[in-house]
């Protein structure tokens, strides 16, 4: 029987998420316990024990941040053997599974944890910022606007939900002034204007968005967007974002690299799967196949 440990938000949704979670993993032969996070940050500590526990499979059931904690605990910690990485979208939204096709149902995303079915060995990331600070992370990187725009959203109500992001998006552009960066990728330098950096490992991000639309989250690369337009050019491509249509773009510079870095002038936010995590100079660095995926 594969034992799972499922790290849980108890608050998403209302908590009526959680309910019907329960109810579906109970109709399975899973051997399953439930650890519910308390406050931020405290499911990288949960993921972590469920790996030195040594349970089969983790469960990230909640939205993009839930998945972030997960991913940080499991990649943190190094005593037992990798778990497989589950994941039931729950509350809001959980982008990250949109690259992979898991269903956002909960009682479809219950029965893939249960199938017979190999997981996915894919990349996660690792950002070193700050005084050696490190994050982990497993879906898209941000360094510019984009970090500008998820710290406007995270101070919006939650009932807006997806929306949030492109709401947050409308009242950060007036007023954010491009930077003047210098990144490093694969040997070669690049000093620019600079309004976002993006480095992708999933395709979907900020609500929906299509944000990276030819990144494979297997291929141990990451796929970068050095993007240097106006204002005006973002007003006018928010629509094709959501599509996947922004690039090829004269002013966005695509990249494939297992490694990069970045420097600004003034500093500028960086963001990695929807969470702030500090400013810049920062190194991003791809882990091919660092996690297990049930998808």
Do not use: W
């Amino acid at each position: 029987m594969t034992s799972v440990r499922v790290v849980v938000n108890p608050k998403a949704g209302r908590g009526k998420g959680f309910a019907e979670l329960r109810e579906a993993l109970a109709s399975t032969t899973l051997d399953v316990s439930f650890a519910e996070t308390t406050a931020r940050g405290h499911g990288t500590d949960l993921a972590a024990a469920a790996r030195a526990d040594g349970v089969d499979m983790v469960v990230a059931a909640g939205g993009d941040g839930t998945v972030h904690e997960v991913v940080n605990g499991l990649l943190t910690e190094m005593r037992g053997a990798m778990p497989v990485l589950g994941v039931v979208p729950l509350g809001s939204g959980c982008d990250y599974v949109k690259t992979f096709g898991i269903p956002a149902e909960i009682p479809a995303a219950t029965a893939l944890l249960a199938a017979d079915k190999p997981p996915l060995a894919v990349d996660a990331g690792v950002i070193t910022f700050g005084n050696d600070e490190k994050r982990y992370f497993m879906n898209i990187a941000e360094v510019g606007i984009g970090p500008e725009v998820v710290d406007r959203a995270s101070r919006l109500p939650r009932f807006l939900g997806p929306a949030m992001y492109f709401v947050a998006f409308c009242l950060t552009l007036p007023r954010y002034k491009q930077r003047r960066a210098r990144i490093e990728i694969g040997g070669a330098e690049h000093d620019t204007g600079l309004t976002n950096l993006v480095v992708a490992i999933g395709q979907v991000f900020g609500g929906g968005m299509r944000v990276a639309p030819k990144a494979d989250a297997s291929d141990g690369l990451f796929d970068v967007q050095v993007q240097t337009g106006s204002k005006l050019d973002y007003v006018v491509g928010i629509p094709k974002v959501y599509k996947g249509t922004h690039i090829p773009h004269p002013r966005i510079s695509e990249h494939r690299t297992p490694e990069l870095s970045v420097h600004s002038e003034p500093d500028a936010l960086i963001e990695a799967d929807g969470e702030v995590l500090g400013r810049t100079p920062a190194t991003f660095r791809i882990l091919p196949g660092a996690l297990r995926l049930k998808a």
